[in-house]
């Protein structure tokens, strides 16, 4: 083999350990976002369960929070980047998430915060 058909046949080698390297990566992406979805379903199902035998018991309903952030600290251990950071921002809002014994009402702030959280995992994702 000549040097200049050497050379193209190692950038040709190169180039596609590097496409098979990138391809591998975004499938590493969505089979790593697509656990992380599974086990946030799951975290945010079981505090949903708890939040309804909860919601009269301010006791109770901080320590759901307390769980599911915990749980998700977890589950962002377990990932890197902004993946893991996304995750950390959900723990963080599931621990942001109190209710006052005076007034109830005020856990629903951190609630409706979750949908900003979720946003976030899924941009994380795309």
């Known amino acids: 083999m000549t040097s200049s058909r050497r050379r193209i046949a190692i950038t040709i080698a190169t180039l596609t350990l590097a496409g098979l390297a990138t391809a591998c990566g975004a ?22 369960q708890s939040m309804a035998t909860a919601a009269t ?4 309903f901080n320590k759901a929070s307390e769980e599911a952030a915990g749980k998700v600290k977890t589950l ?34 951190g609630v409706n915060k979750l949908q900003g959280f979720t946003t976030k995992i899924q941009s994380a994702c795309s």
């Open 27 to 48: 499938v590493d992406k969505a089979v790593d976002c697509n656990t992380a979805a599974q086990e946030v379903t799951k975290i945010s199902n079981e505090f949903t």
């Open 57 to 60: 018991d301010p006791d109770a």
């Open 76 to 109: 962002a251990g377990k990932y890197d980047g902004e993946l893991a950071a996304a995750l950390n921002d959900l723990a963080s809002g599931f621990e942001g998430m109190k209710m006052d014994k005076n007034n109830p009402a005020s856990a629903m702030d």
